[in-house]
């Protein structure tokens, strides 16, 4: 401990004395140097470990708000419309399903479930995603299938396993309330009421949400409070970057690439089966491909994976640190162009139990 104390300051002297301080050599043994690496600037951070190709991004903090286009520009009151909007189950045909019933704020806007259920408790077949960085996301849903939030907004109600509704009646029964067409009025002087505005003013809220997620301990951390990261939680941190190979597809302000990888769940020809980006695409190549889920208050949306298939932290680490399940093709499967392929992203970690539970405590601070 000693020797570690006076390593740090040494350091420290150096860096008032000569400016930035050469790339250190740290291990997970020596938390004080640690500290005196990440107490750097990010861009002074040690590069992470990466495949070769990746354009990875540094970690970085969040913006106030997601950025707006320029057909749909952000504005507080259409904001607070499409918070009532959301939390509104009149959005469904039962009336009794709001975007909230899958997308709770107590649980970091996910639901909490395995899968979600929706219109007469018709179970879906995927996990709901967090909507907090949804904002960041260049596709929507796990396969995609939506380029933006306005394009996504409407989805959910038209789905028959989710709100059963359809966008006329929808338009009508919101035309033909007391309370909408005023506040439409509002804040979009001149338009009608229509799909486009519901869907806009959806949007606009969602882009908002990543307020919720500005108060972590690694947000505050990245903002320049270097104590806000226990030692244990910054040795996740390094291995984060490093050995744990996360930084491959969870990077930026978002923890996420906006990309499609194939963790080896996708259960080809089996009860469980789904073909993820292949659904869109109806590409080979995308068969059990599923969008990269942002990181950001993770420890609060499981169950985890497309299809909620790990309930807790550990087995998802523990799926990780196998390098992922790896389906090999037997009798008419050996000649299947479809055949899923898990992505060369995931890769035996070899992390040991005390790593393991650094790297949880790490993303227990996100």
């Known amino acids: 401990m000693r020797r570690s104390l006076k390593r740090l300051v040494v350091m420290l002297g150096m860096l008032l004395v000569n400016g930035p301080l050469p790339v250190l050599a740290c291990t997970l043994s020596e938390p004080a140097c640690l500290r005196a690496m990440y107490s750097r600037p990010s861009v002074q951070w040690p590069a992470p470990q990466v495949d070769a190709g990746v354009a990875w991004q540094e970690l970085a903090p969040l913006p106030e708000r997601a950025p707006a286009p320029e057909h749909n520009p952000y504005t507080e009151q259409k904001a607070e419309l499409g918070r009532q ?3 509104d189950p009149r959005l469904s045909r ?10 709770e704020p107590d649980l970091a806007f996910a639901d909490g479930r395995r899968v979600s259920f929706g219109h007469d408790r018709a179970a879906g077949r995927r996990n709901a995603p967090s909507l907090v960085t949804s904002g960041l996301a260049g596709h929507l849903f796990w396969d995609g299938r939506a380029d933006s939030l306005e394009m996504q907004a409407l989805m959910p109600v ?3 396993k989710e709100m059963a509704f359809s966008v006329a009646e929808l338009v009508a029964r919101l035309r033909d309330s007391t309370d909408y067409p005023p506040q439409f009025a509002k804040v979009f002087p001149g338009q009608a009421l229509g799909a486009e505005q519901v869907a806009a003013a959806l949007a606009t809220y969602q882009r908002g ?3 919720v997620a500005q108060r972590t301990p690694f947000e505050r951390f ?4 270097a104590q806000a990261l226990s030692d244990q939680q910054l040795q996740g941190l390094h291995l984060f970057r490093t050995k744990a190979r996360c930084m491959n597809c969870h990077f930026g302000p978002g923890l996420q690439d906006n990309r499609f990888h194939n963790a080896g769940l996708t259960f080809y020809g089996r009860r469980r089966q789904d073909l993820g980006r292949y659904e869109v695409t109806g590409l080979a190549q995308d068969v059990g491909r ?6 950001r208050l993770v420890s609060r949306t499981g169950p985890w994976f497309h299809n909620g298939l790990a309930s807790s932290l550990e087995q998802v680490l523990l799926f990780y640190n196998s390098g992922m399940p790896r389906p090999v093709a037997k009798g008419e499967q050996l000649h299947d162009p479809k055949f899923p392929v898990t992505s060369a992203q995931f890769q035996v970690l070899a992390l040991d139990r005390s790593e393991l539970k650094a790297l949880k405590a790490f993303l227990q601070a996100l």
């Open 209 to 211: 949400l990543l307020r």
């Open 158 to 160: 038209v789905d028959p």
């Open 222 to 225: 990245l903002r320049g409070q």
């Open 85 to 87: 909007l959301f939390f």
């Open 290 to 295: 599923f969008r990269t889920p942002s990181l």
């Open 94 to 103: 039962s009336g009794q399903i709001a975007c909230a019933s899958c997308h």
